[in-house]
């Protein structure tokens, strides 16, 4: 699963801007507060974990759009990007998968704020189980 800080209702931080401090949790790159740092305009380079990546750690999205797979319950598309939905407003009768919320149009839900500073950021697997 995704490492990276999620939003009290499931949602990914992410970023397109380059954080000032970069660290990597399974080849993705993050800012330090725990901010995906990704591009919806850039291909594909390399796959690391299941995920699409750039070589500078950033992860492939795609907002929108059709998917054509799931791996490890995620939406992806036939490129290997990440489906997301991007500041959608989430229902709390969607599913978590691996402590990402997925909504009913089959993308993740992200949001592009900066996210609180926290001690650590979540692993996938201690969120989004009641």
Known sequence: MLAGQRSPNGSLYITE?????ITFNGGVAMSELGALFVTSTLPVQVFENGFGLRHDGRLCVAYGGPIDKFEMGLPFTNDGRLVCQLNQAVQPSDPFVGGIRVGPLGGVYAIDLTPPAVSAYS???NQGFA
């Not at 801007?17 to 401090?21: D, R």
């Open 123 to 125: 692993t996938g697997f």
């Open 17 to 21: 801007t380059p954080p000032l401090g």
